[in-house]
């Protein structure tokens, strides 16, 4: 299999004609390296800055997702604790933890968060796939038992995730230094 084109930023394209789990896997990819693409070459008071008035800072979405991979893939797909640094959070003190303490974090932290977690996400997919589409429909329990969902669930779920949230980091990317794109 040949290595996927790379954009001018930096972003792996998406399969064109490919199996079911290639075309998600391609989706995600490029919806994480255009994340990474928006938080890319900024200084920590750039990445911190908030836009109002909604509050929200790139170091937030940076976080925020890093949260979203482990607790979809680690904690629910993966059927793992969630690791660190989620598990020592008062949740109920602050449902909102990771945005609020991105805002102290570095950017070498906050990165280094985020792409473990992207890390962990990758080995629990590549492990539940095994080389194999029909590992999609796969499901865990999710919302504390309540409900399953398959694998395929989780990983549209992140594309739509990072869609969201990358139109939210290209209107912060714009508002810090007027860099645009799509």
């Known amino acids: 299999m040949s290595e996927p084109a790379v954009d001018e930023q930096g972003r792996p394209e998406p399969p064109l004609a490919a199996e079911e789990a290639a075309t998600l896997l391609g989706f995600l990819d490029y919806q994480r390296a255009t994340l990474g693409w928006k938080t890319r ?3 920590e008071d750039a990445l ?13 979405l940076l976080k925020h997702l890093a949260w979203v991979e482990d607790h979809w893939f680690t904690h ?3 059927r793992a604790p969630m690791p660190e640094p989620w598990t020592d959070v008062d949740w109920h003190e602050d449902e909102d933890w990771e945005w609020h303490s991105a805002l102290e974090d570095d950017a070498v ?9 992207v890390g962990r996400s990758r080995e629990v997919t590549a492990r539940l796939l095994g ?26 779920h992140m594309i739509e995730e990072y869609a969201r949230h990358n139109g939210h980091a290209d209107l912060l ?7 645009t794109g799509e």
Do not use: F, K
Not at 48 to 60: D, K, Q, V
Not at 110 to 117: F, I, K, V
């Open 109 to 117: 932290t906050l990165r280094t968060t985020w792409e473990r977690s």
């Open 41 to 43: 070459g900024l200084a």
């Open 48 to 60: 911190r800055r908030r836009l109002h008035p909604t509050g929200m800072a790139l170091a937030g």
């Open 131 to 156: 080389g194999r589409s029909d590992g999609l429909g796969q499901t865990s329990p999710a919302w504390g038992g309540r409900a399953a969902v398959s694998l395929r669930w989780i990983l549209v």
């Open 76 to 78: 629910t797909a993966g």
């Open 173 to 179: 990317r714009e508002a810090i230094d007027g860099e």
